[in-house]
């Protein structure tokens, strides 16, 4: 059975903080979860991540119900527990006391053996002059590209 890919990525999570910290973590998913992240209807965008009670949480990810589900059916904006290390916990718990910090997912993909992953970050909020500067480096980049394209 060839593997297939799942690209279901948070692209405003670069934008909108600066990335300390990143952490590769499994997902607790119920049977019909996983069927709707293999077809693609997930999402990260609003997602962040929760200490709470000696764990670490994901809050407010989007898993569409799987069409073919029965009352079996999942909620789609449940709590879903990640997977780490007890040192990796640790170190999060101490992260997010410090105001102004927060745990964010920046991607969801399948491991070579087939199960679940995200990969969190440990982030800052950026400034909007900060969000300028980025705006402007990715536009300078965007221009030399052209150019060098013309030169050729």
């Given at each position: 059975?060839?593997?297939?890919?799942?690209?279901?990525?948070n692209?405003?999570?670069?934008?909108?903080?600066?990335?300390?910290?990143?952490y590769?973590?499994?997902?607790?998913?119920?049977?019909?979860?996983?069927?709707?992240?293999?077809?693609?209807?997930?999402?990260?965008?609003?997602?962040?991540?929760?200490?709470?009670?000696?764990?670490?949480?994901?809050?407010?990810?989007?898993?569409?119900?799987?069409?073919?589900?029965?009352?079996?059916?999942?909620?789609?904006?449940?709590?879903?527990?990640?997977?780490?290390?007890?040192?990796?916990?640790?170190?999060?718990?101490?992260?997010?006391?410090?105001?102004?910090?927060?745990?964010?997912?920046?991607?969801?993909?399948?491991?070579?053996?087939?199960?679940?992953?995200i990969?969190?970050?440990?982030?800052?909020?950026?400034k909007?002059?900060d969000?300028?500067?980025?705006?402007?480096?990715?536009?300078d980049?965007r221009?030399?590209?052209?150019?060098?394209?013309?030169?050729?």
């Amino acid at each position: 059975m060839p593997q297939q890919q799942i690209n279901i990525q948070n692209k405003k999570a670069r934008f909108e903080y600066h990335l300390l910290e990143e952490y590769v973590a499994g997902i607790q998913l119920k049977g019909t979860e996983i069927k709707s992240i293999r077809n693609g209807k997930a999402s990260i965008m609003e997602a962040y991540g929760i200490f709470h009670e000696g764990e670490v949480y994901i809050r407010n990810m989007y898993i569409s119900e799987y069409e073919k589900g029965s009352y079996n059916n999942h909620r789609p904006r449940a709590d879903r527990k990640l997977l780490l290390n007890s040192k990796e916990i640790i170190k999060i718990e101490k992260f997010l006391k410090t105001k102004g910090n927060t745990l964010v997912p920046v991607k969801l993909f399948l491991s070579e053996k087939g199960w679940l992953k995200i990969l969190i970050a440990c982030a800052t909020g950026k400034k909007t002059h900060d969000k300028r500067q980025d705006l402007k480096l990715k536009d300078d980049k965007r221009e030399m590209d052209r150019a060098l394209k013309k030169n050729r």
